[in-house]
Structure formats: C-alpha cells, structure tokens
T-cell receptor, first 111, second 114 residues
Framework: KQEVTQIPAALSVPEGENLVLNCSFT??????LQWFRQDPGKGLTSLLL?????REQTSGRLNASLDKSSGRSTLYIAASQPGDSATYLC??????????FGKGTRLSVIA | EADIYQTPRYLVIGTGKKITLECSQT?????MYWYQQDPGMELHLIHY???????EKGDLSSESTVSRIRTEHFPLTLESARPSHTSQYLC?????????????FGPGTRLLVL
C-alpha cells in the first residue's frame, strides 16, 4: 500500500529565505506527483504536477523535483513571502488510480 | 480557476440525522472524488466516480453513500450522523491530458455532529 511522508511537519522561517519541503513515497510505481497548497479551512489548490517521466517542474518561485527511483520529491520555494504561509501537501498516484496524500507541511513565513 | 462548488460550507447537526453534502462542477469532468480530512491530518478518500452511474469505494466509505446520476453532480450522504463524522469533507474533480491527471478541489464542508 502506497504511503506518503512529508518532512518537516511544520516550518517557520523569516521572510526572504529560500526553503525546501520534502516528500517521500514507498512505492516508486507512480505516474503523477502533485504538490498542493491548502489555506486554513479551505480546499486544495494544485501548484505543480510532475509526471514520472519528468525530473522537475517550475512555476514562478516554486520548483518541484522528482527522483522516482528513490521515492523522493522536493518543493523549493525561493524568496519566501508571508503570503506563502499555508499547508503544502504532496500526493502521488498510478495510472488512473486515486491520489494518496501526505499529511502536509505547515509553513509560516514571518514578516 | 476551477468551478467546483460545495454546499453547505458549514453544518452543525444532531446525532442520528441523515445529511447530504452537495458537490457540483461545471467543467464537464468525468472523474470526481470525496475526501475526509481531520485538522492537521492527511486526506482520506471516501468515494470516487469515473463518470455517470459509476461509483467506487475508497478507504473510509463504509458509513456513507454517493450517487452519480449527472456528470456535474456528486452528492455524499450520511444515513445516520455520529460525532465521529465530525470533520472537513472535500470534493474534487479531475481532468486528464493523456495520463496526466490534475485535480481541482472545492472549498470544503465543515461538519460538526453533536
């Protein structure tokens, strides 16, 4: 059974710092890996999607990498801002199978 | 921006009541999902659907039912609410480009069962 682990569970950084969030998964037979953002009491917003054939995806200050063979992904946030404060969730799935989510990393960026 | 809606946004109800959480999307997506999420915890899949007249059970489906009579509508029903059902319920739909699946989430329904 696929399990997704995210480290750290919580992170607090001063504004302007670059930071890395980590995600690991137990079954490397994935097809998609997605990073989501969730604000308190809200739904999820998809940030980046990496297919298994890809190594990384970039969107603005966000960069996600995937090492499928080792079961790892990282989300890099450059020049963090208070508006980046949220919970970041990693999820993986196989072909036409449901996403399996990690518990998330709760990020606080202090002005 | 995704067009997926959930009602009600908040619900407080007594034990034993039957409740239906509504989810609708206007994007024409075939695949839809229901998740349950406790504070600070991961999302657990309750039910999903591949399209009209298709429903599948997830990890936590035993105390709820769903129906998919129309593409845009995927309601979740709890026949007899219990305090253990207190949680946030998130609905999602997804689009495919080949094997690439992107999920879009609704704002969620926060349920409190007294």
């Amino acid at each position: 059974k696929q399990e997704v682990t995210q480290i750290p569970a919580a992170l607090s950084v001063p504004e302007g710092e670059n930071l890395v969030l980590n995600c690991s998964f137990t079954d490397s037979a994935i097809y998609n890996l997605q990073w989501f953002r969730q604000d308190p009491g809200k739904g999820l917003t998809s940030l980046l999607l990496i297919q298994s054939s890809q190594r990384e995806q970039t969107s603005g200050r966000l960069n996600a990498s995937l090492d499928k063979s080792s079961g790892r992904s990282t989300l890099y946030i450059a020049a963090s801002q208070p508006g980046d404060s949220a919970t970041y969730l990693c999820a993986v799935n196989g072909v036409y199978t449901p996403l399996v989510f990690g518990k998330g990393t709760r990020l606080s960026v202090i002005a | 921006e995704a067009d997926i809606y959930q009602t009600p946004r908040y619900l407080v109800i007594g034990t034993g009541k039957k409740i239906t959480l509504e989810c609708s999307q206007t994007m024409g997506h075939d695949k839809m999902y229901w998740y349950q999420q406790d504070p600070g915890m991961e999302l657990h899949l309750i039910h999903y659907s591949y399209g009209v007249n298709s429903t599948e059970k997830g990890d936590l489906s035993s105390e709820s039912t769903v129906s998919r009579i129309r593409t845009e509508h995927f309601p979740l029903t709890l026949e007899s609410a219990r305090p253990s059902h207190t949680s946030q319920y998130l609905c999602a739909s997804s689009e495919y480009e080949g094997y690439r699946e992107t999920q879009y989430f609704g704002p969620g329904t926060r349920l409190l069962v007294l």
